[in-house]
């Protein structure tokens, strides 16, 4: 069975840009969630969404949006892009909404995105 | 400040040495992941703990967490270059309202042959 695909792997954007990042789940898999990771630091959460509403919202600007298809893949959008938001992008899918359902969020590669 | 904290940051060890890295969490956790992630990869699941006291294992990693839940290790037996990369352990602190997981920096793990 795939894995979490994400597209594109790697983008490339200018200031004031918008973007738009993709993400499929693993088959059967309801929830997608969303992490920014800057070099050297740990993802951070940005955006939780199951059965196409949102669960959780981290510590982002209004800039970020997302959103949860019927078929349960997911966009994460970026405007007004600025130099701060060059980072590798992880999507990430469980079977279930809550950490309580004993199954583990697996991670996708990631789009590496880059704001020049 | 940061509250989740792993130790060390950085790690060297000879291939065939046992290593421990640590994560400590300034709240209770209701659930503790850690994952491996290659430079510039996505994160690998490793392993669950959502038990005080719990220990699991897959092949030589072991994994713990402490009686009051907020602290766990990972343990490394015999170590082998194809463990070298970068160790992240992630905190559940929503007690089931939702999915978010709190990561720490990572602990960067080199394995000299």
């Known amino acids: 069975d795939a894995g979490v695909t994400q597209s594109p792997t790697h983008l490339i954007k200018t200031r004031g840009q918008h973007v738009t990042l993709r993400c499929s789940p693993i088959s059967g898999h309801k929830s997608v969630s969303w992490y920014q990771q800057v070099l050297g630091q740990g993802p951070q959460f940005i955006f939780q969404y199951y059965e196409k509403e949102e669960r959780g919202r981290g510590n982002f600007p209004d800039r970020f949006s997302a959103r949860q298809f019927p078929n349960y893949s997911s966009e994460l959008n970026v405007n007004a892009l600025l130099l701060g938001d060059s980072a590798l992008y992880l999507c990430a899918s469980s079977l279930h909404g809550t950490a309580y359902s004993n199954q583990p969020q697996h991670f996708g590669d990631g789009t590496r995105l880059s704001i020049l | 400040s940061q509250e989740l904290e792993q130790s060390p940051q950085s790690l060297i060890v000879q291939e065939g040495k046992n290593l421990t890295i640590n994560c400590t969490s300034s709240k209770t956790l209701y659930g503790l992941y850690w994952y491996k992630q290659k430079y510039g990869e996505g994160l690998i699941f490793l392993m669950m703990?959502?038990?005080?006291?719990e220990e699991k294992s897959h092949e030589k990693i072991t994994a713990k967490l402490d009686e009051k839940k907020q602290q766990s290790s990972l343990h490394i037996t015999a170590s082998q270059p194809s463990h070298a990369g970068i160790y992240l352990c992630?905190?559940?602190?929503?007690?089931?309202?939702?999915?978010?997981?709190?990561f720490g920096k990572g602990t960067l793990l080199t394995v000299n042959p």
């Open positions: 992630g905190a559940d602190w929503s007690g089931g309202s939702n999915y978010k997981l709190t």
């Open positions: 703990l959502q038990k005080g006291g």
